[in-house]
Nanobody, 121 residues
């Protein structure tokens, strides 16, 4: 397993951009699929995006507005979010999986504690 720490959340206005970071420990970081999930108050946790090597996949709710990328030298995965909306408000978690291209939260073995993103209208 890897240990994950998210950062970069904050309070922004509608239309703003934000870049979240997920930094991992462990020498095998590059072999993992890393995903972002989010959970809004009163709602279930939902998939946002995943990256394995250079292959990416996005939820429809963020496709075209978000970009997931990784820097294996820094053991870090980023989620660049643009044109933020109030409905993007949530706690954002990153997670690691040894599976090929996981998108279900049950596919992931390691989780960070999350970072809060709040988008005001």
């Amino acid at each position: 397993q890897v240990q994950l720490v998210e950062s970069g959340g904050g309070l922004v206005q509608t239309g703003d951009s934000l870049r979240l970071s997920c930094t991992a420990s462990g020498r095998t970081f590059s072999s993992y699929a890393i995903a972002w999930f989010r959970q809004a108050p009163g709602k279930e946790r939902e998939f946002v995006a995943v990256i394995r090597a250079r292959t990416t996949y996005y939820a429809d709710s963020v496709k075209g507005r978000s970009t997931i990328s990784r820097d294996n030298a820094k053991n870090t995965v980023y989620l660049q979010m643009n044109s933020l909306k109030p409905e993007d408000t949530a706690v954002y978690f990153c997670a690691a999986s040894a599976r090929v291209m996981p998108t279900r939260d049950t596919d992931f073995d390691s989780w960070g504690r999350g970072t809060q993103v709040t988008v005001s209208s």
